[in-house]
């Protein structure tokens, strides 16, 4: 069993930072991706994939955050940060932590949650 425990939420004026964590445990055993997803008031059935980041160190982001948000990980600490700049209202949403592990011997791939933490950007 994996859990995933988020921290680093909280209100922040527009154009203000916040630097969101995630830290992984339990049966950690080979992880593929590491990803922010976030769902926004009133979307109850959208999470928008935020940005990820591989194994290797490589990153992507959803357009909306290019340049705006830093995905990284400290891999002996199996843990994944968001670092938000230049925060904007539309940026209010829960935000969640995903884990993807692979089985080395399968390829199979397993996918966890974290419990989701509040950002809310309002002057």
């Known amino acids: 069993q994996v859990q995933l425990v988020e921290s680093g939420g909280g209100l922040v004026q527009p154009g203000g930072s916040l630097r969101l964590s995630c830290v992984a445990s339990g049966s950690i055993f080979n992880i593929y991706t590491m990803d922010w997803y976030r769902q926004a008031p009133g979307k109850q059935r959208e999470r928008e994939l935020v940005a990820t980041i591989t194994s290797d160190g490589g990153t992507n982001y959803a357009d909306s955050v290019k340049g705006r948000f830093t995905i990284s990980k400290a891999n002996a600490k199996n843990t994944v940060y968001l670092q938000m700049n230049d925060l904007k209202p539309e940026d209010t949403a829960v935000y969640y932590c995903?884990?993807?592990?692979?089985?080395?011997?399968?390829?199979?791939?397993?996918?966890?949650w974290g419990q989701g933490t509040q950002v809310t950007v309002s002057s």
């Open positions: 995903n884990v993807v592990l692979r089985s080395v011997a399968t390829a199979a791939l397993y996918s966890y």
